[in-house]
Nanobody, 114 residues
Framework: QVQLVESGGGLVQAGGSLRLTCEAS????????MGWYRQARGKERELVAT??????LYGDSAKGRFAISRNNVYNAVYLQMNNLSPDDKAMYYC?????????WGKGTLVTVSQ
């Protein structure tokens, strides 16, 4: 079992930045993915960014604006989000897949005002 706890969401003005943090309850192998998805109201959940085997993968919406980083010592993954727009408003979920199972956090809400 793995518990994932997100933090760092909130309200920010368009053009602003936020840094999300996800902490896992136990060690996650660097060979297992650990990253972020988001779901806006009325839309499907989509990949934002994930790190696996030392490589970072980004969804189209995140490229050039967001940066993911992972600290395996602290069992944590971070998402630095810059130049946010109202289109980025969503619940952001931390995810990992380990031991053949998917684990999700409860999410942290990001709201971007005009």
């Amino acid at each position: 079992q793995v518990q994932l706890v997100e933090s760092g969401g909130g309200l920010v003005q368009a053009g602003g930045s936020l840094r999300l943090t996800c902490e896992a309850s136990r060690s996650i192998s660097s060979g297992d993915p650990m990253g972020w998805y988001r779901q806006a109201r009325g839309k499907e959940r989509e990949l934002v960014a994930t790190v696996i085997g030392g490589q970072s993968l980004y969804g189209d919406s995140a490229k050039g604006r967001f940066a993911i980083s992972r600290n395996n010592v602290y069992n944590a993954v971070y998402l630095q989000m810059n130049n946010l727009s109202p289109d980025d408003k969503a619940m952001y979920y931390c995810n990992t897949r380990t031991g053949g199972l998917d684990y999700w956090g409860k999410g942290t809400l990001v709201t971007v005002s005009q």
